[in-house]
């Protein structure tokens, strides 16, 4: 009697479809904390005094010095525009509503209009 040669395959097959299974139900377990993490609840900033820490989220977009890159300079603009856009985003630009609250939104542009 021979050996069949699609018992292997079927094995490997069988293996990778309970390997599938039980990684699924690990990934179940954290869906709280995944479902946290893409809404931003990953990512805490504490308030500060001057803004400085909470306008580390900006620098991708405008440069280290705020002078611009992908977006523009924002040395100058007015406080209640920048909490303008911080709470109700810019329509087709990375600037969506509600990236900020209200609060931090201020002490941001209390930080940039120091900024010369």
Same mark, same amino acid.
């Given at each position: 009697?021979?050996?069949?040669?699609?018992?292997?395959?079927?094995?490997?097959?069988? &293996?990778?479809?309970?390997?599938? &299974?039980?990684?699924?139900? %690990?990934?179940?377990?954290?869906?709280?904390?995944?479902?946290?993490?893409?809404?931003?609840?990953?990512?805490? !900033?504490?308030?500060?005094?001057?803004?400085?820490?909470?306008?580390?989220?900006?620098?991708?977009?405008?440069?280290?010095?705020? !002078?611009?890159?992908?977006?523009?300079?924002?040395?100058?603009?007015? /406080?209640?525009?920048?909490?303008?856009?911080? %709470?109700?985003?810019?329509?087709? !630009?990375?600037?969506?509503?509600?990236?900020? %609250?209200?609060? /931090?939104?201020?002490?941001?542009?209390?930080?940039?209009? %120091?900024?010369?």
């Amino acid at each position: 009697m021979k050996n069949n040669p699609v018992v292997p395959y079927i094995l490997i097959l069988a &293996f990778g479809i309970g390997l599938i &299974f039980f990684m699924s139900l %690990t990934g179940a377990d954290n869906k709280k904390e995944i479902a946290a993490e893409k809404e931003g609840g990953g990512e805490k !900033t504490e308030a500060t005094d001057d803004g400085s820490a909470l306008v580390q989220s900006c620098i991708a977009c405008h440069a280290a010095d705020l !002078t611009g890159s992908v977006g523009p300079n924002l040395h100058g603009l007015d /406080e209640a525009r920048i909490v303008d856009v911080l %709470t109700n985003g810019i329509e087709g !630009t990375p600037m969506q509503p509600g990236m900020k %609250t209200e609060a /931090e939104a201020k002490e941001i542009a209390k930080y940039i209009s %120091t900024l010369k």
